[in-house]
């Protein structure tokens, strides 16, 4: 089923939560609706399902106007963080608690929880009452429930929050494969970028209530078209200066602007991914950019280095990564001096401005500390 929004906007007494919307989700696709706490995306959500009702504009499902319509008549699935489940129920009796309001049979019934608990792989647990469960099952238990009532579109509000990241991994691996099992419509809300990232086909980034950004995780990731998109979007270094003659300088660093880039202050920023820059023993011909190891890391699959600018200001630790490998072959050291070779740099030239790319030549490997290649780094790891 399909979702249209034309011009939704909501207010709170003298709080604007949602700006007029238009919004197109397809059918059968999984999205995320991501964005900071306050941003309007849980407000959009539950306007979406029939929780709150828009000022103005229209909502259709499937090209019905269903702006009206009460949530029972909607046919959504809802899951919420904190699961939602009657204390007082079983498993399987919450799970069936949609399919007795439609009065279907109780071998049917009874058929259909069945089913809904071997698809949540939790059939052993029918009997066992909510207080019984850890947190992964309880939210295996909420999905259930929300499939039971075979809906049109699926709606989750942060269905992962309240988790461990071992059991969110393991959840977002079911729930996208429940999804392309059956084909329903997938919206679920959450602020994790990760998360955003990895299980949906298309991702709506959402800023003081209104679309900042829409499109494919890939489109997102690489090609940010704004600052607030490139900053919310995984982990990034930043550098600001004053522009001076296609340079931009801060103390004794500098970074070499394309002639093409445009200026419309005497001031700019560049931001860089840690996957974007290597380090090096020497600056090279379009960069000065020393530094100082200041932390090493040796967490998840790569080595995370932490770097401190030196002879000039930023206003967070650089990031680099290197394999485990490399690290042991290289041996970093806590004070150790080098330099950020950058390899693909963002200029903003103001801070609404949409960013322009920058790309540099690599040193020679014999001045390479670590190859690129060997550098590359997951930074929303």
Not at 125 to 132: E, F, I
Not at 163 to 169: A, G, I, M, P, S
Not at 191 to 215: K, P
Request: glycine share 6%; aromatic share 8%.
């Amino acid at each position: 089923m399909s979702i249209r929004l034309s011009n939704i906007s909501k207010t709170f007494g003298q709080f604007q939560a949602l700006q007029p919307i238009n919004l197109e989700l397809p059918k059968g696709q999984f999205t995320a609706l991501l964005g900071p706490s306050g941003s309007g995306k849980t407000t959009l959500l539950r306007i979406i399902a029939g929780l709150e009702h828009a000022d103005q504009g229209q909502i259709f499902l499937d090209q019905q106007d269903v702006t009206r319509q009460p949530i029972k008549d909607r046919q959504v699935g809802l899951v919420f963080q904190n699961y939602a489940l009657f204390r007082h129920m079983t498993v399987a009796d919450n799970i069936a608690f949609g399919l007795k309001l439609r009065k279907l049979a109780k071998a049917e019934i009874h058929k259909q929880v069945m089913a809904l608990l071997e698809m949540v792989q939790l059939p052993h647990l029918a009997k066992r009452y909510p207080a019984q469960l850890s947190g992964g099952q309880k939210q295996r238990v909420a999905l259930a429930r929300a499939l039971a009532i075979n809906p049109r579109v699926l709606l989750l509000d942060e269905p992962f929050g309240a988790l461990d990241e071992q059991v969110r991994q393991e959840l977002r691996r079911s729930l996208r494969q429940l999804h392309d099992q059956l084909g329903f419509t997938s919206v679920f809300v959450t602020h994790d970028q990760q998360e955003a990232l990895e299980l949906s086909d298309q991702v709506v980034l959402m800023s003081h209530g209104r679309i900042e950004q829409q499109g494919s995780p890939k489109e997102l990731f690489e090609r940010p078209q704004s600052r607030f998109a490139f900053e919310f979007l995984g982990h990034n270094n930043l550098f600001q200066g004053q522009l001076q003659h296609q340079r931009l300088v801060q103390g004794q660093a500098w970074l070499q602007l394309n002639a093409t880039s445009s200026a419309t202050s005497e001031q700019g920023t560049v931001l860089l991914r840690p996957h974007e820059l290597s380090l090096a023993n020497q600056a090279s011909e379009q960069a000065h950019l020393p530094m100082q190891i200041t932390a090493i890391n040796l967490v998840g699959p790569q080595v995370q280095i932490e770097l401190e600018p030196q002879g000039w200001q930023s206003d967070k630790p650089w990031q680099v990564g290197i394999s485990h490998q490399q690290f042991h072959q290289w041996q970093p050291e806590r004070g150790q001096l080098c330099f950020a070779v950058p390899h693909l740099a963002h200029f903003f030239a103001s801070h609404d401005s949409p960013p322009q790319s920058l790309r540099f030549e690599q040193l020679s490997k014999s001045s390479q500390l670590v190859d690129e290649r060997q550098l590359a780094y997951n930074s929303l790891t």
